[in-house]
């Protein structure tokens, strides 16, 4: 197993099992109520099978949230591991004002939410009482007060992420579960990639190119027939 | 002359240093806007052109007459209460190849109480080849007013150019009442194929972002909507002809937390500009600054 950055030890079995339960989709959250603008992009016909998704997933993943999210939690678990609140309330507050719409606002904000609470009601003893952190800075922070190492969380949470919309796909083109899997399978490559460049980016590195993917987010919000939230 | 790139390059191969800073008060007539205060030093200028409108009217120029590797031009824009400032761009500032170092552009915009800042500048053009790093920081006061406009073209259009290597990272910080309400951060780093990707531009050559931030910022989400919608050249949404085929623009807005905040794509920069134009137009309801129209 991967060692994680700066822990320097080799990622024991009981975070193991605790990373896969938070990035699991079993973990209440509500990641299947979003789907990151895909829902709009499909009624436009830009995503219509297996291959359209996988390269609009890849620009999420490389040039869009995934990234920038990725440097989010990195930033969150440096704070948790140095008890540096300070530290969390710049990433938190910079996670809060990144969305470019209103709805990927909500998808960012509920879901840290959700996560938060539910983390804390589990695992009273790493909770943190009385902050509103967006879904990347909640996770960041929560795996670095487990002393989950970090690569192996951006891994998890990148493949959620992915997997996530993915899901929402399978639905909405539709497109057969197999196919799905194709997909999610088939990005692992550039998740690992943007975990490593995450795991040392600093925060001024954030930012993307996924003019098209916000588009699509700005165009959900006035579509007419709607599955989800995002 | 100036669209043309490589004598540019041999005629500016020392690097272009900057800075102006423009301060704008209340005039002693009832809702009109002074100049209090200008700095202007090496490339960077500004001239007030004499206008019919009681807003203040800034148009920035960099007579350096374009950015290179290494270049720094820095702005700062202080609007006081009750003030009302629009800054503009001489002509569309031209990237030009740069041989390693990124040229950087920083700015700085700060608006107290009632004032309104309007920060309108004419498109960025990036030659194959170009590396700019730009900042824009905004501190605000809860009911200050700001609109926040940069329009992005790869590439000389006339000359069918293609951006093969370009970086353009820009980060937008607003601040409004000390707090963090909006980042925008664009890293755009073409190495062959990034402006082709559908979720990008899908072969667009062109796009925007336009901010405006006020106390009904938000209330006006249906009406900028509704201008949107009746945009000249607007790409069918739902057509396979979009801005990526070389046709039209594309065009959304979305409004939150006191913003409201709309994003263009456009096949070329000609596009852009014609949908630009008229959304300004409609939205603030009087002209744009006259630079806009030559």
Known sequence: MATGMGTGTAMDDAALYKVSVWLSPAFPVGGYTYSHGLEWAIEAGEVRDAESLRDWLETCLAHGAGRSDAILLAAAWRAACADDRAALATVEELAAALSPSRERALETHQQGQAFARTAAAVWPEAALDGATLRYPVAVGWTAGRHQVPLRATLICFLQAFAANIVSAGVRAIPLGQTDGQRVTAALAECAVAIAGEAETAPLDEIGGAALRIDLASLHHETQYSRLFRS | ?294
């Not at chain 2, 700015?107 to 920060?119: D, K, L, Q, R």
């Not at chain 2, 309400?181 to 073409?190: K, Q, S």
């Not at chain 2, 409609?282 to 600054?289: C, G, K, N, S, T």
């Open chain 2, 1 to 294: 002359m100036l669209d043309d790139g490589s004598r540019s390059e041999t005629l500016r191969l020392q690097r272009a240093v900057g800075a102006v800073r423009v301060s704008a008060k209340p005039g002693h007539r009832r809702g009109t806007t002074v100049l209090d205060g200008l700095y202007q030093q090496g490339a960077g200028k500004a001239r007030f052109p004499r206008t019919h409108s009681p807003w203040l009217e800034a148009v920035l120029l960099n007579t350096a007459g374009g950015i290179t590797g290494g270049d720094r031009l820095t702005t700062g824009v202080s609007v006081a209460d009750g003030a009302h400032l629009v800054a503009t761009t001489q002509t569309a500032e031209r990237v030009y190849r740069s041989l390693g170092e990124d040229g950087c552009l920083d700015a700085t915009v700060s608006v107290a109480g009632g004032g309104v800042c309007e920060w309108l500048p004419q498109e960025t053009i990036l030659f194959d080849g170009a590396r700019l790093k730009r900042t824009l920081n905004v501190e605000m006061a809860d009911d200050s007013r700001l609109t926040l406009l940069e329009p992005v073209v790869l590439g000389r259009q006339a000359m069918g150019e293609v951006v093969r290597r370009a970086r353009l990272v820009d980060q937008w910080r607003i601040r409004r009442g000390g707090r963090l309400v909006f980042a925008d951060a664009l890293r755009f780093e073409e190495t062959g194929t990034l402006a082709r990707r559908r979720g990008v531009l899908d072969g667009a050559r062109a796009f925007a972002s336009l901010l405006h931030v006020a106390p009904e910022a938000e209330a006006r989400l249906e009406e900028a909507r509704a201008i949107l919608a009746g945009l000249p050249g607007l790409a069918d949404p739902r057509g396979d002809v979009g801005a990526g085929a070389g046709v039209g623009v594309e065009a959304g807005a979305s409004a939150w937390d006191g913003m409201l905040s709309l994003r263009f794509v456009a096949a070329d920069g000609a596009c852009l500009r014609r949908a630009l134009m008229a959304f300004l137009e409609r939205f603030r309801a009087v002209a744009l600054p006259r630079v806009w129209m030559m």
